[in-house]
């Protein structure tokens, strides 16, 4: 088992930055996958970001290529998420997530084991 915890969501002015990190406890593996989605009200679920636990892969949607960094620190079992030049469609909850293995999709939710318990992020104008 894996638990995740999600800090540092909050309300921020459109422009500005938070950072998200993501704590695993648990049961940890050398090959896994770690990523951030959020969902928005009445919408879907979707992928933000991910890295491998190498760190030196890491994917990003197309909404925040440019934006969002994802970064990992292996001896905290942590992840992180840094947002920057936030807009309003970037409010939603965010949700941790790991793949314990990498199946070669990074993108999907059905592909990750475990769940944080998400953080609200809201950008205001």
């Known amino acids: 088992q894996v638990q995740l915890v999600e800090l540092g969501g909050g309300l921020v002015q459109a422009g500005g930055s938070l950072r998200l990190s993501c704590a695993a406890s648990?049961?940890?593996?050398?090959?896994?996958?770690m990523g951030w989605f959020r969902q928005a009200p009445g919408k879907e679920r979707e992928f933000v970001a991910a890295?491998?636990?190498?760190?030196?892969?890491?994917y990003y949607s197309d909404s925040v290529k440019g934006r969002f960094t994802i970064s990992r620190d292996n001896a905290k079992n942590t992840v992180y998420l840094q947002m920057n030049s936030l807009k309003l469609e970037d409010t939603a909850v965010y949700y941790c997530?790991?793949?314990?293995?990498?199946?070669?999709?990074?993108?999907?939710?059905?592909?990750?084991?475990?769940w944080g318990q998400g953080t609200q992020v809201t950008v205001s104008s």
């Open positions: 997530a790991v793949q314990v293995y990498y199946s070669g999709n990074y993108y999907s939710v059905g592909e990750y084991n475990y």
């Open positions: 648990g049961r940890t593996f050398s090959s896994n996958v």
């Open positions: 890295i491998r636990w190498s760190g030196s892969n890491t």
